[in-house]
């Protein structure tokens, strides 16, 4: 057997097979997505929320839409959970108060695997 059918019938496959596997692993890898939740603290000013817009951008790419709009005199808790495709990100808002005034503004977060996120919005919010 010459070096070359050795190449050709015992080392190709198998050089083949660990390259497939290994683009296999990276591919899966890849994939891996960060479960966590999103908690708004609207603080002294949550009476004066009407409406919450949120978006959740993620590598140029918009991943998670929020909405709440107050029923009666509060909107109440603010919270919205998801699986992101990365841990950095940020949320921009669009939020309504109650005396007719819009607020658009944009926070950056970071979400670990299981985070519950507490995004501050009360400095925001203020007159």
């Not at 949550?46 to 929020?66: G, I, S």
């Not at 695997?113 to 919010?125: C, P, S, Y």
Request: overall charge negative; glycine content about 6%; aromatic content about 8%.
């Amino acid at each position: 057997m010459t070096r070359r059918e050795l190449f050709q019938r015992r080392i190709a496959p198998v050089l083949f097979g660990v390259v497939i596997a290994l683009m296999a692993r990276k591919s899966c890898q890849s994939d891996g997505r960060t479960h966590a939740s999103f908690s708004l603290n609207y603080g002294a000013a949550e009476p004066t929320v009407q409406v919450v817009d949120a978006e959740l951008w993620m590598n140029d790419a918009q991943v998670a839409q929020f909405h709440r709009a107050a029923l009666g005199e509060h909107i109440g808790t603010s919270k919205f959970e998801g699986a992101f495709p990365a841990t950095d990100g940020e949320l921009r808002f669009d939020i309504q108060l109650k005396n007719g005034t819009h607020r658009v503004f944009a926070h950056r977060v970071h979400a670990d695997e299981n985070a519950v996120v507490t995004v501050n919005l009360e400095h925001d919010l203020q007159p």
